[in-house]
């Protein structure tokens, strides 16, 4: 089987500070990767890098795409990078503020990426919006309203509906739960469960939270200083945690 | 008229001008930066469009200048003067007799021949602005083609209410390229921006000059199964009774009567002249009498 993504040796510096350096891994269709580090561990710098945010220093970042099979996003041209952006790839932000257009009704924001593909149809792009909204447990009737008039969970839902639309194939995603209180955090734990399940879904998240990983991650991925210190089956790296950090880490978490 | 250089610009400007001009006639649509020099007038009021007209005119043309399709506005009129100062070329208010005509916000009703140019006063050039802030994101987006935004706008229209309620400024597309603001024209206009006649658009305050070559094909954005619509007001002009022309609303006291006339000063008063009279005519006629 061929892996969806292939992330070969990349490296990120700014200036002489190291933001991440030789990475390696492979995403398997269907596969969640977990990163986590704490924070200024680079992170954040590298799933930029993988989504083509920022440019990499070295290193090739290969995506299974649907015409030409396996191809570097880093070296390809900006429009084939761009329009990966907004069909086989979504990124969800950690602050649902800068994934969303705050001043666009829910059901635009969720109908934009439809538009950017070339739905020209009002009534089914609407349509569309309608499904998704419930899909991620939005009441219909908020489908005119601004996203500044959403709780912060409900726009966060909104802003993964708005990513999910177009049925991508690889989903990035930012410490998505960050800024949420825990029963909202549970609640969209559980939709994401549930919709990466669904779509069959590969994704790669960046978290500080261990519980995230945990529950959502087939595979995990520690980082520390810019490097990846440890890597394995997510149960078996958090049941039996080798590096110093990675014990640290798993230590570190409160009991309640 | 030896006080000024011919059109009040120097020649190296003109020529700096054209030759946005030019690149603009070659690449229908697309935003051409420029140079735009201080006018003697405030930004707002016409300080591309004039820049424009001042690099395009010859001595033997004649000028047209109207403002919301009329021509005895304080901006037509004065600009107007200020072009038969400067320039000293002859003006009229007659569209037909004209060779250059300088536009806010209106295209003529009469249909405009391949020997005239049109020049559009442009307050903001980009269609994208409300949409996306970012000037390096825009020209991004029209380098890509990635035009996905505009119809989110007219997404918003239709879910708030229930129709594209934009009506005037209405995006369109250029030969299947560029999408571009045509200034705040009533979208009524908008049909008529494929004509013999060239197009040129300058936005002085943004730098930016486009345009249009003739017979260029422009659509106007919209959905399948919200086409696009030409409207206006559903009357008839009560000064000329003409059915097919943009009109004014205009309150006639504090009763709340009002009446429609045509916003081409020009064209009303041609018909009136050749005996076309509307419901309030006579009622006009006696007033004046």
């Given at each position: 089987m061929t892996p969806l993504l292939k992330v070969q040796n990349i490296a990120k510096f700014y200036g002489n500070r190291i933001g991440c350096r030789n990475v390696n891994f492979d995403l398997y269709p269907g596969e969640v990767m977990g990163i986590v580090g704490e924070s200024g561990s680079g992170k954040s710098t590298l799933l930029n890098c993988l989504a083509g945010h920022l440019v990499p220093d070295d290193g090739a970042v290969l995506f299974d795409t649907r015409t030409d099979g396996l191809k570097d996003t880093v070296t390809m041209p900006e429009p084939e990078r761009r329009m990966l952006g907004r069909t086989d790839w979504a990124f969800v932000h950690q602050h649902a503020r800068d994934g969303?257009?705050?001043?666009?009704?829910a059901g635009g924001n969720v109908g934009e990426r439809l538009m950017a593909v070339g739905a020209r149809h009002y009534g089914n792009i609407r349509s569309d919006a309608i499904d998704w909204l419930g899909r991620v447990e939005i009441n219909e009737t908020r489908i005119d309203d601004h996203p500044t008039a959403f709780s912060g969970g409900m726009q966060q839902r909104l802003q993964i509906a708005r990513n999910l639309v177009t049925g991508p194939r690889l989903v990035f995603m930012d410490e998505p739960t960050g800024g949420l209180d825990v029963s909202v955090q549970a609640r969209l734990l559980d939709l994401l469960r549930g919709l990466v399940r669904e779509m069959g879904l590969s994704a790669v998240i960046v978290t500080h939270d261990l519980a995230v990983v945990r529950l959502l991650a087939d595979r995990l991925m520690v980082m520390k200083d810019g490097h990846v210190v440890e890597t394995g089956l997510t149960d078996q790296v958090l049941d039996d945690p080798q590096h110093a950090y990675t014990q640290l880490l798993v230590s570190s978490v409160l009991q309640v | 008229m030896t006080d000024y250089n011919f059109a009040y610009l120097d020649e190296q400007t003109k020529r700096m001008i054209r030759r946005a001009i030019l690149k603009g006639l070659a690449i229908p649509g697309y935003q051409v930066p420029f140079a735009s020099r201080e006018m003697p007038m405030p930004y707002g009021w016409g300080t591309g469009g004039v820049q424009v007209s001042a690099a395009t005119l010859t001595p033997d043309d004649t000028l047209k200048v109207i403002d919301q399709g009329a021509d005895d506005t304080t901006n037509a009129v004065s600009i107007r003067k200020f072009f038969e100062v400067t320039a000293g070329v002859a003006t009229t208010e007659n569209t037909t007799e004209a060779s250059v005509i300088q536009t806010r916000h209106r295209i003529p009703e009469a249909e405009l021949r391949d020997d005239q140019i049109l020049v559009y006063q442009v307050p903001i050039p980009e269609p994208l602005r409300f949409l996306e802030p970012r000037e390096t994101e825009t020209r991004k987006m029209h380098a890509l083609e990635e035009y996905g935004l505009m119809h989110v706008k007219l997404y918003e229209d239709i879910s708030q209410h229930g129709a594209i309620a934009t009506s005037y400024a209405y995006p369109v597309k250029v030969e299947g390229r560029y999408v571009m603001d045509p200034s705040p024209i009533p979208k009524f206009d908008n049909p008529k921006l494929e004509m013999s006649a060239i197009q040129l658009f300058g936005a002085g305050r943004e730098q930016r000059i486009y345009a249009l070559p003739p017979y260029t094909k422009v659509e106007s954005l919209d959905f399948e199964d919200y086409p696009f619509e030409a409207t206006k007001a559903d009357h008839a002009c009560d000064m000329c009774g003409a059915e097919n022309s943009y009109l004014d609303e205009v309150i006639m006291d504090d009763q709340g009567s009002r009446m429609f006339v045509c916003s081409d000063t020009d064209f009303c008063a041609g018909r009136q002249q050749a005996g076309h009279l509307g419901a309030l005519a006579a009622v006009n006629a006696e007033d004046a009498a």
């Open positions: 969303l257009r705050m001043n666009i009704s | -």
